[in-house]
């Protein structure tokens, strides 16, 4: 079985930056891809990064520049850098990671997620 657990969000002032972690249990996704997504209330789930291997990365429009994906294959850990947070961005975050080995931005790709984890942006 296959667990993924978030940490990292809080409540941050518009302008500050936020390092989400999901630490995935059970087996190794160093090969696979791992995502980020987001939720906001009355929205569906986006798409905001994905990663595979350790240096191919995707980001949606509304995050690229301002978050950076990345992971540590050696903590089976995939990481979310926030700057420039805009009150925009609050939701709740969700990691979730795929058996495909390759760039996926769609929440039915992805076979495993975490609980979520809040992030509130005050302006």
């Known amino acids: 079985q296959v667990q993924l657990v978030e940490s990292g969000g809080g409540l941050v002032q518009a302008g500050d930056s936020l390092r989400l972690s999901c630490a995935a249990s059970g087996r190794s996704f160093s090969s696979g891809t791992m995502g980020w997504f987001r939720q906001a209330p009355g929205k569906e789930r986006e798409f905001v990064a994905t990663?595979?291997?350790?240096?191919?990365?995707y980001y949606a429009d509304s995050v690229e520049g301002r978050f950076t994906i990345s992971r540590d294959n050696a903590k089976n850990t995939v990481y979310l850098q926030m700057n420039s947070l805009k009150p925009e961005d609050t939701a709740v975050y969700y990691c979730?990671?795929?058996?495909?080995?390759?760039?996926?931005?769609?929440?039915?790709?992805?076979?495993?997620w975490g609980q979520g984890t809040q992030v509130t942006v005050s302006s």
């Open positions: 990663i595979v291997g350790n240096s191919r990365t």
């Open positions: 979730a990671a795929s058996y495909y080995g390759g760039i996926v931005t769609r929440t039915a790709s992805f076979n495993y």
